[in-house]
């Protein structure tokens, strides 16, 4: 299948009082979460239904210095263990 890009956006709704998340991929799939913040780390929840099962996601975002984050991508299918999906980190642009 080759390597997949993606493209996420961090926001705030002040409406809602919550901080958002909208993850896009090049295989079309778009995930959107709602998020915390507690110290450096920023942690979005998400959860859906597919192919009759149901999931819940978390995307936590760890700050390291003022451009450098660490991050984590887990998935829980049907109330099961989290499963780690992604890890990495990202420089944040200029």
């Known amino acids: 299948m080759g ?3 993606t493209l996420a956006a961090i926001g705030y709704d002040a409406k809602q009082k919550a901080y ?3 993850e896009f991929t090049s295989t ?3 995930a959107k979460g709602t998020g915390t913040e507690s110290g450096d780390t920023w942690t ?3 959860g859906g239904e597919e192919g009759g099962r149901s999931f819940k996601g978390r995307f936590m975002l760890k700050g390291i210095s003022p451009r450098l984050y660490t991050f984590t991508n887990e998935l829980s299918i049907d109330g099961g263990p989290w499963t780690k999906l992604k890890e990495g980190q ?3 642009a200029k």
Request: proline residues 7%; negative net charge; aromatic residues 20%.
């Open 3 to 5: 390597p997949i890009n």
């Open 20 to 22: 958002t998340f909208d």
């Open 28 to 30: 079309g799939e778009h």
């Open 44 to 46: 979005w929840t998400f």
């Open 90 to 92: 990202a420089t944040k």
